[in-house]
């Protein structure tokens, strides 16, 4: 299956780190990548192939990958880290797939 | 800088057909596959298509096979998604979206604003 499972809503203290996970089995094949949207925008593009950072994206965030997870790290969460999270990632077809989503709370 | 615009949205009828389109500027176009992604309100991301860069290479969600066609023009620097027999479930914004390299295919660096796709009737 190409499904990404992502957990719906995730809260983190501020200045606290929150990890993020995606499930599937095409992430023993292809690595994530993950997205942050804030309401009313588009979505930014925060990690790729595992662990890479595009450019001007700040160095709390990281990313792992274990098996048929992948994680998304943020350390020391700010009040601007507040948005949605989605994986992504794609199989051997071409198809790509997202996660369903996840929702950050910094409390 | 990369720029990618949407246009084409719009209200519609259940039934009808939309062409949207994206122009892209600031990267050597032809080098890159590209994406449509849609967003429902209040829903997540779900990708639509995907066209490789020569336009030789086209791959569309399963679900939505057959109503929907990609394709671009080169020399134009444009993106195009064709949609037919809408319905209100088609209701969306669509992100025209460039990937992160040349080989980087699900690693969707570049978005556009999108442009809202409303099915009513």
């Known amino acids: 299956s190409s499904e990404l499972t992502q957990d719906p809503a995730v809260s983190v203290a501020l200045g606290q780190t929150v990890r993020i996970t995606c499930h599937g089995d095409?992430?023993?094949?292809?690595?994530a990548s993950w997205y942050q949207q804030k309401p009313g925008q588009a979505p930014v593009f925060v990690i790729y192939?595992?662990?890479n950072r595009p450019s001007g994206i700040p160095d709390r965030f990281s990313g792992s990958s274990s098996g048929n997870t992948a994680s998304l790290t943020i350390t020391g969460a700010r009040a601007e880290d507040e948005a949605d999270y989605y994986c992504?990632?794609?199989?051997?077809?071409?198809?790509?797939?997202f996660g369903g989503g996840t929702k950050l709370t910094v409390l | 800088e990369v720029q990618l615009v949407e246009s084409g949205g719009g209200l519609v009828k259940p039934g009808g057909s939309l062409r949207l389109s994206c122009v892209a500027s600031g990267f050597t176009f032809s080098r890159y596959s590209m994406n449509w992604v849609r967003q429902a309100p209040g829903k997540g991301l779900e990708w639509v298509s995907s066209i490789s860069s020569s336009g030789t290479f086209i791959y569309y969600a399963d679900s939505l096979k057959g109503r929907f066609t990609i394709s671009r023009d080169n020399a134009k620097d444009s993106l195009y998604l064709q949609i037919n027999s809408l319905r209100v479930e088609d209701t969306a914004v669509y992100y025209c979206?460039?990937?992160?390299?040349?080989?980087?295919?699900?690693?969707?660096?570049?978005w556009g604003q999108g442009t809202l796709v409303t099915v009513s009737s």
């Open positions: 192939g595992e662990n």
């Open positions: 979206v460039r990937p992160e390299t040349l080989s980087g295919w699900h690693n969707f660096e570049y």
């Open positions: 992504n990632s794609r199989d051997r077809s071409g198809h790509v797939f």
């Open positions: 095409s992430l023993r094949s292809y690595s």
